[in-house]
């Protein structure tokens, strides 16, 4: 008995309405990265391992699928190292190739490799998968798409404001409306920790505070003193837990308790920028709110954070995020080529509008017309039919054998096509043929010489 096939966990199958969602996702952010000017690339699945490895720390490293070289790759391998037993000496011996873990240093050894070729400053989009050897849970896969944009080579902080319109026309037009786009600076962050005497504590202090609206003020505290900061560190930074205001006035704020940092108050001045800029061009339906507490990858980006949480009452986590950076290119030898980036988490954007039943209704409709198949003779009229209507743009087909009408029209509605064509003796003989609307139930016959007419109601 032949074993029943199964997909390695943390991979998925996708049936033709889940692809039909994903493609309208896709094509929703890739007509709004085109129009904001950025160009599409494509790197390889597989990168050389010493072009992955050591990029994402100790664990990032781990979780890297490797490529076991072709032919016999363990013969190569000296008795020495094969009786050691310790991956982290045979691995090399054996794999030189991996699978992408995420876009990000394949796109930085894209610019080094063609920085001849590349006009800066430059806006590029890439929408591929990547591969992480993590362990499978809701939401978390081993094989996943990931979707960014990043503008390379310009210091201005227009590209900042940019990302954040972009991001507001894509989730308008997704129908994402009043998604927060949640803005801090990583020069704030190393500031606070100057000014409260916890410059050597910066990760510790900035992660405990990333908390706050998940444990409250007394439960950043206590983490902060398990961490080394002392009371003292704790008193001077809290401001920061009773911020309020609009933007600008917390900016203010902020700009009073980093008086005496030289970082964090250009880290202000950074984000005042970004938050006027928006105030006088307007977003159509995101909101824009300074978050102090915001601290992703700290020791990527320099400036600028983004993260964008999904609409009021929708249980998500980020569904969207990016920031400043400083040195894409330096672990490549290319130093001090600026940029900034944002992604989009489209596996929870998917998520979200299934939630919120945002789909549009006719998204899994992959046939518009459908002619049944009365026998050969009238098949082949319908064929030259449906080739008039497909030359139209039309989405058509026709039943592929002669069977009883009642499962015809089951396959038509397990489908979803809003029209089948009837043809038969009598419309071969009257050189027409009748289109029933599967909705309202109703029929209208038109001529075989006048298809435009068909079509024009389509």
Known sequence: MAQKPSIPKGTRDFSPSEVAKRNFIFDTVKKHFKTFGFQPIETPSFENSNTLMGKYGEEGDRLIFKILNSGDFIS??????????????????????????????????????????????FKRYQIQPVWRADRPQKGRFREFFQCDADVVGANSLLQEVEFIQLYDAVFTELGLNGVNIKLNNRKILA????????????????????????IGEEGVKKEMLSKGISETSIEKAAPLFTLSGTNLEQLESLRDLLANSEEGTKGVEELV?????????????????????????????????????????????????????????????LKDVSGV??????????????????????????????????????????LKLVTELRNSGVKADVYPSKVKMQKQFKYANNRKVPYVILLGDTELENKSFVVKNMKAGTQETYSINAVSDFVAIL
């Not at 094969?82 to 090399?92: A, N, V």
Request: proline share 3%; glycine share 10%; charged share 25%.
């Open 341 to 382: 980036g944002i992604s989009f988490g489209l596996d929870r954007i998917y998520l979200v509008l299934e939630e919120l039943n945002l789909f549009p209704e006719a998204i899994d409709q992959s046939l518009d017309v459908l002619a049944l198949n009365f026998g050969d003779k009238e098949a082949l009229v319908a």
């Open 273 to 333: 920028f970004i938050i006027e800029s928006i105030s006088a061009l307007g977003l159509q339906s995101a909101q824009l709110s300074i978050d102090v507490t915001l601290a992703r990858g700290l020791n990527y980006y320099t400036g600028a954070i983004f993260e964008v949480g999904a609409p009021e009452g929708v249980n998500m986590g980020s569904i969207g995020g990016g920031g400043r950076y400083d040195d894409l290119t330096g672990v490549f030898g």
């Open 76 to 121: 190569k391998v000296d008795d020495v190292t094969y009786s050691s037993k310790e991956s982290k000496s045979l691995t090399p011996k054996i794999s030189e190739k991996a699978l992408r873990y995420d876009l990000t240093v394949p796109f930085a050894r894209y610019v080094v490799m063609h920085q001849n070729d590349i006009d800066f400053p």
């Open 191 to 214: 500031g606070i920790a100057e000014v409260i005497g916890a410059k050597h504590l910066l990760i510790d202090f900035t992660v405990a505070l990333d908390k706050l609206d998940k």
